[in-house]
């Protein structure tokens, strides 16, 4: 049986995305940080091992991975936003962003790839966004470090292609989930009136994008855009 790491999988995409993993037939790992309570009743829940670890921190990603042991599906969901004008913006806030957002998935990316390589196979399917592909008003740091991972999905899909190792890009449009909780009920009406398909994301979408990442061989290097047509 294939093993599956998804970080950030204790709520929203990414326990979404550690659903269906398990449901596909994978041994799955569930990395959380801060939502303890919510990452237990989700191992309960479909059978699945909890670590905690920020991703943030390379000495908590290393133990993280030593717990786990050999990875063959790697899912870097884990990610924050700030939302503020880009004047208000401090060196803190930036720093905190990239530190998680990109950072982060850079730290779990060099831990899974010793074990990837040796054993000649490995998906890395990395989470950006649709503000990371167009940018986003009062979003230019989680759109900068959305972006950024774009960049570095498409680098590393050249690089790692000949290890037997795709690499991928999920970028969700708007998705019902704790982070777009702040939009009113009025701007959700306007967001599916500007979506083709006339609604927002269902966590359950994305989940189905990377599961099928996970299995396609022949596919690398590209950007899966999830957001109902809102950007085309």
């Given amino acids: 049986?294939?093993?599956a790491l998804v970080t950030g999988a204790s709520r929203g995409i990414g326990a979404a995305c550690a659903r269906a993993l398990k449901a596909a037939g994978y041994?799955?790992?569930?990395?959380?940080?801060?939502?303890?309570?919510?990452?237990?009743?989700?191992?309960?829940?479909?059978?699945?091992?909890?670590?905690?670890?920020?991703?943030?921190?390379?000495?908590?990603?290393?133990?993280?991975?030593?717990?786990?042991?050999?990875?063959?599906?790697l899912v870097c969901n884990a990610g924050i936003s700030v939302s503020k004008m880009f004047c208000d913006m401090t060196p803190d806030d930036w720093n905190r962003i990239f530190a998680v957002n990109f950072v982060g998935t850079v730290n779990c990316i060099e831990e899974a790839l010793p074990s990837m390589i040796h054993n000649k196979f490995g998906r890395i399917i990395t989470m950006s966004s649709i503000w990371?592909?167009?940018?986003?008003?009062?979003?230019?740091?989680?759109?900068?470090?959305?972006?950024?991972i774009i960049g570095l999905s498409k680098s590393l899909a050249k690089e790692l292609g000949p290890s037997g190792i795709t690499v991928n890009c999920v970028a969700p449009g708007v998705i019902d989930t704790d982070m777009n909780a702040h939009l009113t009920p009025d701007i959700i009406?306007?967001?599916?009136?500007?979506?083709?398909?006339?609604?927002?994301?269902k966590v359950e979408d994305v989940a189905q994008a990377v599961c099928y990442l996970a299995s396609a061989p022949f596919v690398t290097g590209q950007v899966l855009g999830v957001n109902g047509g809102f950007l085309i």
């Fill in 27 to 73: 041994d799955v790992i569930i990395n959380y940080n801060n939502s303890e309570k919510a990452a237990l009743e989700l191992s309960a829940e479909i059978g699945a091992k909890a670590i905690r670890a920020d991703v943030s921190d390379a000495a908590q990603v290393r133990r993280m991975f030593e717990e786990a042991g050999s990875v063959d599906v």
């Fill in 132 to 148: 990371g592909v167009t940018g986003a008003s009062c979003e230019s740091a989680y759109s900068a470090t959305k972006a950024a």
């Fill in 189 to 201: 009406e306007e967001l599916k009136y500007e979506t083709p398909v006339c609604s927002i994301g």
């Fill in 1 to 3: 049986m294939m093993t």
